[in-house]
Nanobody, 119 residues
Framework: QVQLVESGGGLVQAGGSLRLSCAAS????????MGWYRQAPGKQRELVAH???????NYADSVKDRFTISRDSVKKMVYLQMNSLKPEDTAVYYC?????????????WGQGTQVTVSS
């Protein structure tokens, strides 16, 4: 099993920045994908970004020019740097893990961290 723990959420003014962190532990395979989902009240869960162990990155169009995903495979950490935040970025952000390929639902989830962006 893999355990994921997010941190770094909070309240920020529009235009500001936050950096989310996800610490992974457990049976982590060398070949994997880690990423971030978000879910706002009344909306579907949305894939924000993911990054493979080989460094391949994908972003949602809504965040592509503002967010940066990165990882440290030695520390077993994944990060989401969020810049130029907008009120519509307000959501609970979840760290996610796939074994080998990011196809279908993630294998494991974190508990989530709240991000609130004020006007």
């Amino acid at each position: 099993q893999v355990q994921l723990v997010e941190s770094g959420g909070g309240l920020v003014q529009a235009g500001g920045s936050l950096r989310l962190s996800c610490a992974a532990s457990g049976s982590i395979f060398s070949i994997n994908v880690m990423g971030w989902y978000r879910q706002a009240p009344g909306k579907q869960r949305e894939l924000v970004a993911h990054i493979s162990s080989g460094g391949i990155i994908n972003y949602a169009d809504s965040v592509k020019d503002r967010f940066t995903i990165s990882r440290d495979s030695v520390k077993k950490m994944v990060y989401l740097q969020m810049n130029s935040l907008k009120p519509e970025d307000t959501a609970v952000y979840y760290c996610a893990y796939w074994m080998m390929l990011a196809r279908g639902d993630p294998k494991y989830w974190g508990q989530g961290t709240q991000v609130t962006v004020s006007s």
